[in-house]
């Protein structure tokens, strides 16, 4: 290992063709590196409206690190919170979501680094609080809903309560096709679904459960048939152990990120670093087994290996932040069955890092921070053996280098200070 510092029934049925899967990251647009990259932004007071935000990062540019576009979508202290995790090829508009509203933002990006907002879509009732997009190959996108109206199924369940999440498909203009509850007859947990992964090629789905702002969450993987949306299978994540046996406190707690791996099973992370490989999942019996946990930069401080969140695969390395050990780990999953760590890069102790995606026309990855601890985002780049390093030409001379500040910009829709970001994705320019 090398470091480097510094409820529902379907409501509509649709048809289902065998189709690959789709990629982890999209093909480049044209040569050369992104010149954008789309930002979700808070207000940092809430005094003034959150905004999308769209921040200059041509490396050889002289507003490198600067926002050159904004466009407010008309809340206040909104929670902002998930883009899709990939830009939707053609020119598709990207879902994006407010958390506190529970609305789901359909924004046009065709023209960056200009911004348009053409669509604001609720939740489908009961379905509550969307967090997590997929994109199909078709163009359509799976949506996935933290809670539903009613009670929590768990009667000690009294903060931020609600009934089990669930999942719906809409077309790429956010029209609803069809929706249906991640509920199980007997689940004393609430089921929050949080992640989602689609292999229609299989006709399958694979959702995680973890929690957001709720204090109690179902620690399960679900196995969905896509051509119905019907719940086939729903899997307690079993304790992680060392490789001595010796058991892993809270390993499968908060599954979270599921990626497809090139022999066609699962792998996924839990919010407490555990990582699980699912196989089978096109049969009648799909299995779920412990493959390896991240030790978090303090050994001796089990909460350091707490906050594995959002993943980016590249080729067979699986990019990992690690929140509250401030680092992000990149790990050989060649074989998917024995992860290696081959790498590790700390970031400042106050960058909780979580939120990665990778420019798919360059080797930069831009990385966020968690709640509470969101402010700006970090450009790393990638290299190929699996190391990463800060993107010193952002910052650079600061002494925050590879780091754009949201706290010193000056926002094309106007005054209203410092902010903050959770999500990013890299954008092509607009074609002439």
């Not at 576009?69 to 008309?74: A, D, E, K, L």
């Not at 490989?277 to 019996?285: F, I, K, N, Q, V």
């Amino acid at each position: 290992m090398k470091t480097a510092s510094l409820l529902l029934a379907p409501l509509l049925l649709g048809g289902c063709a065998s189709v690959p899967p789709t990629a982890d990251i999209a093909p480049p647009a044209a040569a050369g590196p992104s010149p954008y990259l789309l930002l979700l932004a808070a207000d940092k007071d809430g005094a003034e409206e959150d905004f999308f935000a769209v921040v200059d990062v041509r490396p050889e540019s002289p507003d490198l690190g600067k926002v050159v576009s904004t466009q407010p979508y008309g809340h206040r202290k909104s929670m902002p919170h998930h883009l899709e995790y990939v830009l939707p090829a053609g020119g598709r508009h990207v879902f994006a979501n407010a958390h506190h509203p529970e609305r789901t933002l359909l924004l046009d990006v065709s023209a960056a680094p200009a911004l348009r907002i053409t669509k604001s879509i609720a939740p489908p009732a009961p379905l509550r609080f969307p967090h997590d997009y997929a994109r199909l190959p078709n163009g359509n996108v799976l949506m996935g809903f933290l809670r539903s109206d009613g009670p929590s199924p768990k009667a000690s369940d009294t903060e931020s309560p609600g009934g089990h999440g669930g999942l719906a498909e809409y077309t790429a203009a956010g029209e609803l096709l069809r929706s249906a509850s991640a509920a199980v007859p007997g689940r004393a947990e609430p089921i929050r679904l949080y992640a989602i992964l689609p292999m229609p090629d299989i006709d399958r789905i694979v959702t995680t459960s973890a929690r957001m702002m709720e204090k109690s969450s179902a620690n399960v993987v679900q196995v969905w048939r896509y051509s119905d949306l019907r719940l086939l299978h729903t899997i307690d994540v079993p304790d992680g152990r060392k490789p001595d046996g010796t058991p892993l406190d809270w390993a499968a707690e908060m599954p979270f990120g599921p990626r497809r791996m090139a022999d066609g099973s699962v792998l996924l992370n839990t919010y407490m670093c555990g990582f699980y490989r699912l196989t089978g999942l096109a049969s009648d019996a799909p299995s779920i087994a412990h493959v390896y946990d991240i030790q978090g930069r303090d050994p001796k401080d089990p909460s350091t290996r707490v906050g594995c969140s959002v993943p980016v695969v590249v080729g067979t390395h699986w990019l990992m932040p690690v929140a509250w050990s401030q680092m992000v780990v990149v790990l050989d999953i060649a074989d998917p069955a024995a992860p290696r760590e081959v790498s590790r890069l700390q970031l400042p102790a106050d960058f909780n890092a979580h939120w990665a995606a990778k420019d798919p026309a360059s080797d930069r990855i831009v990385v966020g921070s968690e709640v509470e601890k969101e402010r700006g985002m970090y450009l790393l780049r990638y290299d190929p053996s699996g190391m990463l390093s800060i993107d010193t030409r952002v910052g650079a001379g600061s002494d925050r280098p590879g780091y754009i500040d949201l706290a010193a910009q000056s926002w094309p829709h106007g005054p209203s200070g410092a902010a903050w970001a959770h999500a990013g994705l890299f954008l092509p320019a607009a074609a002439p």
